[in-house]
C-alpha cells in the first residue's frame, strides 16, 4: 500500500470511528444520539481527507471537505470545545487547507479547464461527483441551521436523509473511480445512516 491510500485509510479509520461511536452509543440509548468525539473525529477526517483529494487530484472530494470543515468548527464552537485548542493549533488547522488551496491555484495544479476535461474525468462521473458531494455536505448545511436554531449540536432526522442519499450516489462514484478504500468507506456508512433513520422512527413511535 502506497503513501497516498494510507492517508485515505487513515480518513476513513478517523470517519469510521465518529459513525462507530455514534451508532454504538445510539444503538445502546434506542435512539440517534451525537457524542462529542463525533465532532473532534469529524474534523480530523476532514482534514486527512482534504490533503488526499489533493493529492489525488479529486475536486469533488475537496470540495466536500471544504463545506464541512467550516461546519465541524462550528458545533465545536457550539458544544464550547474549540476554544480549548491552543491558538497556534486553531490558526494552523484553519489556515493550511486554505495555503493547499492557494498552491494548487498557483502552480496550475487546480486549472479549470484541466478540471472540467474529458481527458481527467470523464464529464457525467465529474457531475454525479460534485453533486453527491454536495448532498453529503448538506447534511451538515442542515444540521447546522438546525443547532444554530436549537443552540444544540445534535443530528437531526434530515441528516441522515441526506447522508443515505449523498452516500448511495458517492458509492456509485468511487466505484467508476476505482477507489475501493473510499468503496469500503461509503458501504459501510451507507448502513450506518440506514440504520440511524430506522432507529429515529421506532424511537418516535416507542
Do not use: C, H
Amino acid at each position: 500500500m502506497d503513501s497516498l491510500s494510507l492517508l485515505a485509510v487513515l480518513a476513513q479509520i478517523l470517519f469510521g470511528g465518529r459513525m462507530l461511536s455514534q451508532w454504538l452509543l445510539s444503538e445502546k440509548s434506542k435512539k440517534v444520539v451525537t457524542p462529542l468525539t463525533f465532532w473532534w473525529l469529524s474534523l480530523s477526517g476532514s482534514f486527512v481527507l482534504f490533503i488526499y483529494g489533493y493529492f489525488r487530484t479529486d475536486f469533488p472530494l475537496m470540495l466536500g471537505q471544504v463545506l464541512g470543515y467550516i461546519i465541524y468548527i462550528r458545533n465545536l464552537q457550539i458544544q464550547k470545545q474549540w476554544k480549548l485548542l491552543p491558538k497556534w493549533s486553531q490558526f494552523l488547522i484553519i489556515a493550511i487547507p486554505i495555503g493547499i488551496i492557494t498552491y494548487g491555484w498557483n502552480n496550475g495544479k487546480f486549472d479549470l479547464a484541466a478540471l472540467f476535461s474529458k481527458d481527467e474525468m470523464a464529464t457525467w462521473l465529474l457531475t454525479l461527483g460534485i453533486v453527491a458531494q454536495v448532498l453529503f455536505t448538506l447534511r451538515f448545511v442542515y444540521q447546522w441551521f438546525y443547532a444554530e436554531k436549537n443552540k444544540e449540536a445534535t443530528l437531526p432526522l434530515g441528516f441522515w436523509l441526506f447522508s443515505f442519499t449523498g452516500g448511495l450516489l458517492s458509492l456509485v462514484y468511487f466505484l467508476y473511480r476505482v477507489d475501493y478504500v473510499m468503496v469500503l468507506s461509503y458501504s459501510l456508512g451507507t448502513f450506518i445512516y440506514a440504520r440511524n433513520i430506522y432507529l429515529y422512527y421506532t424511537s418516535k413511535t416507542a
